[in-house]
């Protein structure tokens, strides 16, 4: 693998994403997120394994804009939640417990990757968004139907119709991570949450996050809804022109989206 590494060592597994030049979730890592989930699948002694990115200043930007206008979408109606989803549904339901480690943004299917993982750590600088609705589109990740189910109906469509930002503090107090600490904290804070899960037994690791899910519900019918919703708006073509403003604005490049997110989106929605 070129885009993921990964080093198992006493029931942790660290894996680090690492593409370049722009950190963006693309058909390639695609395919080696599932090549690494194959490879978890096996381990049978895993308990924990922590997701980092190797850039500074992005876990990973979001889904790769110019390919989704590449793309040629279906006006058949699925029968089946997108590739997208099933990735993320692969990695929620891994039997060991899954960390996520964010300093920087992670917007888009970025957000909806880590909100797929069991945990998530923060650094201060850390900031996560769902632009979508910006773009003529709606988070087909998973994005939708998360984001529903923990913040309640009106905060979720606060969040999901502005496409704004929402920072550390605020994504500590609604309980989307786990704890915020200052950047040269962070690894530190994410290895001891590891290790000190690391240190219960396999089985029951699997067993308490089975039945957690069972408590909360099944999910299966709204994200299906939710992959209908996207293949709907994408055969509409009504994205075409909002992604078109959206790189022209300086979408999809370094500087802009570290600089001023919401300047590219706000100049993305302006006619």
Same mark, same amino acid.
Not at 23 to 33: A, G, S, T, Y
Not at 68 to 97: D, H, I, K, Y
Not at 135 to 145: C, I, N, S
Not at 218 to 244: K, W, Y
């Given at each position: 693998?070129?885009?993921?590494?990964?080093?198992?060592?006493?029931?942790?597994?660290?894996?680090?994403?690492?593409?370049?030049?722009?950190?963006?979730? #693309?058909?390639?890592?695609?395919?080696?997120?599932?090549?690494?989930?194959?490879?978890?699948?096996?381990?049978? /002694?895993?308990?924990?394994?922590?997701?980092? +990115?190797? #850039? =500074?200043?992005?876990?990973?930007?979001?889904? /790769?804009?110019?390919? $989704?206008?590449?793309?040629? =979408? +279906?006006?058949?109606?699925?029968?089946?939640? #997108?590739?997208?989803?099933?990735?993320?549904?692969?990695?929620?339901? $891994? +039997?060991? !417990?899954?960390?996520?480690?964010?300093?920087?943004? !992670?917007?888009?299917? !970025?957000? @909806?990757?880590?909100?797929?993982?069991?945990?998530?750590?923060?650094?201060?600088?850390?900031?996560?968004?769902? =632009?979508?609705?910006?773009?003529?589109?709606?988070?087909?990740?998973?994005?939708?139907?998360?984001?529903?189910?923990?913040?309640?109906?009106?905060?979720?469509?606060?969040?999901?119709?502005?496409?704004? /930002?929402?920072? &550390?503090?605020?994504?500590? %107090?609604?309980?989307?991570?786990?704890?915020?600490?200052?950047?040269?904290?962070?690894?530190? @804070?994410?290895?001891?949450?590891?290790?000190?899960? &690391?240190?219960? =037994? %396999?089985?029951?690791?699997?067993?308490?996050?089975?039945?957690? /899910?069972? &408590?909360?519900?099944?999910?299966?019918? &709204?994200?299906?809804?939710?992959?209908?919703? $996207?293949?709907?708006?994408?055969? %509409?073509?009504?994205?075409?022109?909002?992604?078109?403003?959206?790189?022209?604005?300086?979408?999809?490049?370094?500087?802009?989206?570290?600089?001023?997110?919401?300047?590219?989106?706000?100049?993305?929605? +302006?006619?």
């Amino acid at each position: 693998m070129s885009l993921v590494r990964t080093e198992i060592v006493d029931g942790i597994a660290q894996v680090t994403i690492d593409v370049t030049p722009l950190p963006l979730l #693309n058909v390639e890592l695609f395919i080696e997120l599932f090549g690494l989930l194959d490879r978890l699948e096996g381990e049978a /002694d895993l308990r924990v394994a922590v997701f980092r +990115s190797a #850039n =500074p200043d992005f876990f990973l930007m979001h889904a /790769d804009a110019q390919a $989704l206008l590449q793309m040629q =979408p +279906s006006t058949e109606r699925p029968a089946e939640p #997108n590739g997208g989803v099933a990735l993320f549904e692969r990695l929620r339901r $891994l +039997s060991c !417990a899954t960390i996520g480690v964010l300093d920087g943004a !992670a917007r888009g299917g !970025a957000c @909806e990757l880590l909100y797929a993982m069991d945990m998530r750590i923060g650094s201060t600088r850390a900031v996560v968004g769902q =632009p979508e609705v910006a773009l003529g589109l709606l988070p087909g990740g998973g994005g939708t139907v998360r984001w529903a189910k923990a913040l309640g109906r009106a905060r979720a469509l606060e969040l999901l119709l502005t496409g704004r /930002d929402m920072d &550390a503090e605020e994504a500590l %107090a609604v309980g989307w991570l786990q704890a915020v600490v200052p950047p040269h904290g962070l690894d530190d @804070e994410a290895d001891r949450l590891a290790r000190r899960i &690391a240190r219960m =037994p %396999a089985a029951s690791i699997t067993e308490i996050k089975r039945v957690v /899910d069972v &408590a909360l519900g099944p999910i299966e019918d &709204a994200i299906l809804a939710e992959t209908q919703a $996207l293949a709907r708006l994408m055969a %509409a073509g009504q994205h075409v022109e909002p992604i078109r403003r959206f790189l022209a604005a300086g979408g999809q490049t370094r500087g802009p989206e570290v600089d001023d997110f919401q300047k590219i989106v706000d100049e993305t929605t +302006s006619t």
